[in-house]
């Protein structure tokens, strides 16, 4: 499974961290990616979605079970 973003596509960096006898070993950040059940056109799926992007509103959570009583007033 790819470690990136399925709705903005964000996926892992890649660099160096150099000491200071300017050593030069590589290094990865990755996304920060939760695994969420999203709607997504109509449809309930596993996705894998960075926080921004959750955090931005551009994926509406799926509910579990059966609507509330405050829900269907």
């Known amino acids: ?3 990136r973003c399925e709705i903005c596509g964000k996926g892992p960096l ?3 961290t150099v000491s200071h006898a300017n050593n030069k070993n ?3 950040s990755l ?16 996705i ?4 921004r992007c959750l955090k931005a509103g551009k994926v509406v959570k ?3 079970g059966r609507p509330t009583a405050s829900a269907q007033a």
């Not at 996304?31 to 596993?46: M, T």
């Not at 894998?48 to 926080?51: E, L, M, S």
């Open 48 to 51: 894998r979605v960075c926080t």
């Open 62 to 64: 799926a509910g579990r």
């Open 14 to 16: 890649v660099g160096n």
């Open 1 to 3: 499974m790819a470690r």
């Open 26 to 28: 590589k290094t990865r």
């Open 31 to 46: 996304p920060n990616l939760r695994s969420v059940r999203a709607n997504l056109a109509g449809e309930i799926r596993h």
